[in-house]
């Protein structure tokens, strides 16, 4: 489509998702990538004029690209492109088997690096007989493999003394080594901060290139633009990705809105730098379509690993006794720090919390800074877990529930969980009715590639039957906090883009805003619940043009 020409979009059932306008309208014109009038068929077509294109949808239901508040787009992308890639189901014969298959490919020193090992094979493979499997699959190579959450990492022989780690080895930052309970020697298994001297060394020896970090950026955009995702927030931008990011929008190739979330400590991935330093080079990278608008802190881990911080412990095992409750990453006042500085930049903050006492601490200190005039955004991440005396402290405090349903309707993730935590408190998971019904912004993600697949429909289905929609886990969980269709198709539209800074670009469809939606293969609103997830995007547009 010629920037300069105006076209008209009409023969379609056209779903909004704008407040006070039109829920439903027959066309739309757009025109230098905005939407220039919406609304009935010959109003639009006297509004853009004698000379403008016409596009016949042909019936088919057409609404808002969706937002995705909280991915990782570039690790996506650089597995799809670099690395192994197992499925979270898979049995540890399954993921040996994929590690000897790819092995063959390698060379005798070669990293071999993937994931998604499920969470609940950590028991299994905490053994010395587990590494000795994953030695010799490996042809002794050294090897790193992240587990479904992405935060705990399975490590070969080699990898461990390449990384300088032996029977010594005491992890920083609260990390934790696994042993075997057997031999005490090391498993291989590195919870947390633990595995970030493997993932330093394997960057220094592996890592990518500027083209491969622009390469894997890319691709996980265009998977992206097939699920109709138009505007997304990646969740721990890295200087590689913040300047891919660049560099994609400066040659005309980003095809989406892009909020980056720049990292203040980083207990995961091993990136460099964080902080203070990759803050003060974020603002460079700021271009039309990229906003390196907020920071990413890590307040706990998660639950499966007893990193997540709760207000009531954890089970019982040996390793941590009856009173275990898991802690935060930082102190109040460490947190207050953060927060205060960072919204002095002008940036808003993304804050990853798993259990609820970590959630609450967020809550306080964002208390804290309200009262002093504070005006940044503020996410809770993930937030599966709150306590129901803070649920309605979201709405009166702006601070918005970052959700990815992907990651908690029934399934390894919850049967992980379920193992750790008391059978009662396990199964509540998610309040999304109390949240929404208290007036707080509820922003979806999908959290890929932790998640399999970056899927809207897979989350507003997760949504509204609180059920696996794949069936690959009977059940539903904790079914009296579903929402409505339309409400959870706002969650993952118009919510999330608020919530990432964008609400005034995109979201939803008004005139002025950019011209971002997608064509569907059927009207969700006539669709079975339970075959939501069913739905093709047929067409992705962003920014009038058709980028899928």
Not at 119 to 138: F, K, N, W, Y
Not at 170 to 195: F, I, K, N, Q
Request: charged content about 20%; overall charge negative.
């Amino acid at each position: 489509m010629n920037a300069g020409t105006t076209t008209v979009f009409t023969g379609g059932r056209i779903f909004t998702g704008h407040p006070g306008g039109p829920r439903f309208v027959e066309a739309l014109a757009v025109s230098g990538g905005r939407i220039v009038a919406l609304g009935h068929d010959d109003e639009v077509r006297r509004a853009a004029g004698p000379t403008a294109a016409a596009v016949d949808l042909g019936g088919a239901f057409a609404m808002p690209g969706f937002a995705d508040v909280h991915n990782h787009h570039a690790l996506a992308g650089r597995s799809a492109l670099f690395e192994l890639e197992v499925s979270p189901t898979a049995s540890l014969d399954e993921l040996l088997a994929a590690v000897r298959e790819r092995a063959t490919a390698l060379g005798s020193e070669e990293w071999l690096v993937g994931g998604a090992w499920g969470s609940t094979l950590l028991d299994e493979i905490s053994t010395a007989d587990a590494l000795h499997r994953l030695d010799t699959a490996a042809g002794g190579r050294p090897v790193m493999l992240a587990d479904d959450s992405r935060h705990n990492r399975w490590v070969s022989s080699r990898a461990l003394a390449l990384a300088g780690i032996g029977d010594g080895f005491v992890p920083e930052g609260g990390g934790v080594a696994l042993r075997d309970p057997g031999t005490g020697t090391l498993t291989g298994v590195l919870l947390e901060a633990a595995g970030i001297p493997v993932a330093e060394v394997q960057a220094r020896a592996g890592g990518l290139d500027a083209a491969q970090h622009r390469a894997a950026s890319k691709k996980g955009v265009e998977l992206l633009s097939g699920f109709g995702v138009t505007a997304f927030q990646d969740a721990a931008a890295s200087l590689d990705i913040l300047r891919a990011l660049k560099a994609l929008d400066d040659d005309d190739e980003l095809d989406a809105w892009v909020v980056s979330s720049v990292l203040v400590n980083d207990e995961i991935f091993g990136f460099s730098p964080v902080g203070d330093e990759l803050i003060a080079h974020a603002e460079q990278f700021r271009s039309t379509h990229h906003r390196p608008d907020f920071v990413k802190i890590f307040l706990d881990g998660v639950p499966p690993a007893r990193t997540g911080a709760f207000l009531e412990p954890y089970l019982a095992d040996d390793a941590h006794g009856d009173h275990f409750r898991g802690h935060s990453t930082m102190t109040p006042d460490e947190l207050y720090d953060w927060l205060h500085r960072t919204a002095r930049r002008g940036l808003s903050a993304k804050i990853h919390c798993t259990g609820d006492a970590s959630a609450r601490e967020v809550l306080d200190v964002v208390e804290r800074l309200r009262a002093e005039g504070v005006t940044a955004r503020y996410q809770i991440a993930h937030g599966q877990f709150v306590a129901d005396a803070d649920i309605p402290r979201f709405a009166r405090l702006r601070v918005d529930a970052d959700i990815s349903p992907f990651l908690w309707f029934p399934g390894v993730i919850p049967d992980a969980i379920a193992a750790v935590l008391p059978a009662e408190r396990a199964s509540r998971m998610q309040p999304n009715r109390a949240l929404l019904d208290s007036g707080a912004v509820l922003a979806g993600g999908s959290d890929w590639p932790v998640s399999e697949s970056p899927n809207p429909w897979k989350g507003i289905e997760g949504l509204v039957t609180r059920a696996d929609p794949l069936g690959r886990a009977s059940g539903t969980l904790w079914k009296e906090q579903a929402i409505t269709l339309e409400e959870a198709i706002g969650v993952f539209t118009l919510s999330a883009a608020t919530s990432m800074g964008l609400g005034a670009e995109t979201g939803s469809l008004a005139a002025g805003k950019s011209a971002d939606f997608v064509v569907l293969d059927q009207d969700p609103f006539a669709c079975e619940p339970r075959n939501l997830h069913r739905i093709v995007v047929s067409e992705t547009w962003f920014a009038g043009r058709r980028v899928h």
